[in-house]
């Protein structure tokens, strides 16, 4: 696959992954209880690669924002050693875990701060994927509280709104 | 079943047996160092463990160019920043770390503090996030036969402020030669020798059975386990058994380069988790924790536990059953070894043995949650099922 699509794809499901958090916290009480303890101003950077999209979110103690560019301390950075890795961690062909298992990303920052974004992200992935690739990438499957019907409304009533900038 | 894509790596020599000691101040000298710091502490200096690898040091005429004695039980951020003081302020030029896994784990860090040519350690902490430094050259002399710390890419250091213990994962940790010499653990007290030999049993266990396992971690867990089985309780029984002594801590070794390829899992999560909040002994909680993050374990790492009875039991006795009870007949083989060394060392089996306050243990639950060793555990663990297994072990 060209590296340009890979890039897009990339970039595709870092919004969505955003996008999807900002949703559950409404939608799971999982997902509030774990971002409402997030130490206020932490901040995190997921980069997938060389010349490749980064997605930079902050917790301000009431939402989950993405910001354009770094901000002036992030607390913790996540750094994909490839494209290639970002493209199979985002495409749900291997979860976090696995992806931890493979070497496949750095990290700057304290560990804590990973397995509190790590939490999240996997509670995502299990409404964005279906339910066959779920029990592929995440070590269990949680019971959802919401429908990931319901979320993809909110997401497409979302995005039409340009709600997640 | 080899997974697709694995890392390995262990840059460390091993110098194993008679007068390995002997060997140090050559090998600092190939290492290009004249000036050792000697990492130790006053336990060991007190009981004259410390003092036999000084005074040889001397004689073959490298002698340390300062000593830093005063390491906390648990290594702690603030002495690693002392030390590294130290070492500049006595222009030393390499390390020489004799002591069980606080004093290395001390030692490594000290180590990455000058190599990054930094200050502060918490500016360093991370994943595999690091670029190789400065080299200064560092020599480690486990006194205990546990932690493997001398063969692993992973410095485990105390957060005083936050009460965690904090991860620092580089390959760049890693010493460049590990002495294992048997005059270095005869004195080990019966049940630390128990406790530590359950911790290295522990490492080999989570190693060839979390998600990260790859069939170089697993010949290192196997072959551990296989030693383990043999020499343990024969250590602990007859502890001037130097013979014992040397293969529990090659074992250790062993177990070391396994875990620090494929990480560990459950046990050491929670458990570092009740170091830091309790301040209770590392070896002990791995002892008892292990059974019942086994049992938890079962239903997803039969497979892993099943293929490795055969180094704990022996190859005939794990071929006598049948395939759908090995990975039931590994943990009831641990939870035996265990009841063997409480009857023989008087091995903790309950975390109130260690006076961990039962009020602690839902903080130990949230704690363990935030650990990097959980990812790789074969099953998920919530806050609610991790306080189950420490109730279950209380």
């Known amino acids: 696959m060209k590296r340009f699509i890979k890039k897009l794809t990339v970039a595709a499901a870092l919004r969505l992954v955003h996008a999807a958090l900002v949703e559950l916290r409404w939608l799971d009480p999982f997902v509030r209880e774990q971002m409402e303890a997030l130490p206020v101003g932490i901040s995190y950077a997921i980069h997938t690669g060389h010349d490749a999209p980064t997605l930079y979110v902050q917790w301000d103690g009431k939402r989950l924002l993405r910001l354009e560019q770094a901000p002036a301390k992030t607390t913790c950075e996540l750094r994909l050693k490839s494209l290639a890795d970002s493209f199979l961690m985002f495409t749900g062909q291997i979860g976090l875990a696995h992806g931890y298992a493979r070497h496949s990303f750095t990290m700057q920052g304290e560990i804590a701060d990973v397995m509190r974004l790590a939490r999240l992200v996997d509670r995502a992935e299990a409404y964005l994927f279906p339910a066959f690739m779920s029990r592929r990438i995440l070590t269990e499957v949680p019971a959802l509280p919401s429908s990931p019907l319901r979320l993809y409304g909110r997401l497409i009533l979302g995005f039409l709104s340009r709600s997640y900038t | ?394």
Do not use: W
């Open chain 2, 1 to 394: 079943m080899n997974p697709p894509f694995f890392e390995y790596q262990n840059a460390v020599k091993i110098l194993c047996g008679d007068h390995a000691l002997e060997r140090i101040p050559d090998e600092l000298r190939h290492l290009g160092a004249a000036h050792p710091l000697l990492l130790t502490d006053t336990m060991l200096m007190k009981l004259g463990i410390a003092t036999i690898v000084a005074e040889l040091m001397s004689e073959e005429g490298c002698p340390a160019a300062a000593t830093f004695t005063d390491i906390p039980v648990d290594s702690s951020l603030s002495v690693v920043n002392r030390i590294a003081s130290l070492f500049r302020e006595h222009a030393c030029d390499s390390i020489v770390a004799v002591g069980g896994g606080s004093v290395i784990d001390s030692a490594k860090g000290v180590r990455l503090v000058l190599s990054q040519e930094t200050d502060d350690i918490l500016s360093l902490s991370g994943v595999e996030n690091l670029v190789r430094g400065r080299h200064v050259p560092f020599i480690v002399v486990p006194t205990t036969a546990g932690t493997g710390s001398e063969c692993t890419g992973v410095a485990v250091i105390r957060n005083e402020a936050q009460d965690v213990k904090m991860e620092f994962l580089s390959p760049f940790v890693e010493p460049d030669v590990a002495i294992l010499d048997a005059r270095m653990t005869l004195k080990l007290p019966a049940r630390a020798t128990a406790s530590t030999g359950m911790d290295a049993l522990c490492h080999a266990i989570e190693a060839a059975s979390c998600l990260q396992k790859n069939p170089l971690s697993d010949a290192h867990a196997t072959a551990a386990i296989s030693l383990v089985s043999r020499y343990l309780l024969r250590a602990v029984e007859a502890p001037s058994d130097a013979d014992a002594r040397l293969h529990m801590a090659l074992a250790a070794t062993l177990a070391g380069i396994a875990f620090s390829n494929s990480m560990v899992g459950g046990v050491h999560a929670i458990g570092h988790a009740l170091g830091g909040v309790c301040h209770v002994p590392h070896a002990d909680v791995m002892a008892i924790l292990l059974p019942h993050v086994m049992r938890y374990n079962l239903s997803k790492a039969d497979r892993s536990y099943a293929e490795l009875l055969p180094y704990m039991i022996g190859m005939e006795a794990a071929a006598a059953l049948p395939r759908e009870q090995r990975a039931q007949a590994l943990l009831d083989s641990v939870v035996g070894l265990t009841q063997k060394l409480h009857d023989a060392a008087g091995l903790h089996l309950r975390l109130r043995d260690l006076g961990v306050p039962e009020q602690e243990l839902e903080h130990v639950a949230e704690v363990a949650l935030n650990d990097g060793a959980l990812i790789v555990n074969p099953v998920a663990l919530d806050k609610e099922r991790t306080l189950q297994l420490l109730r279950a072990a209380y």
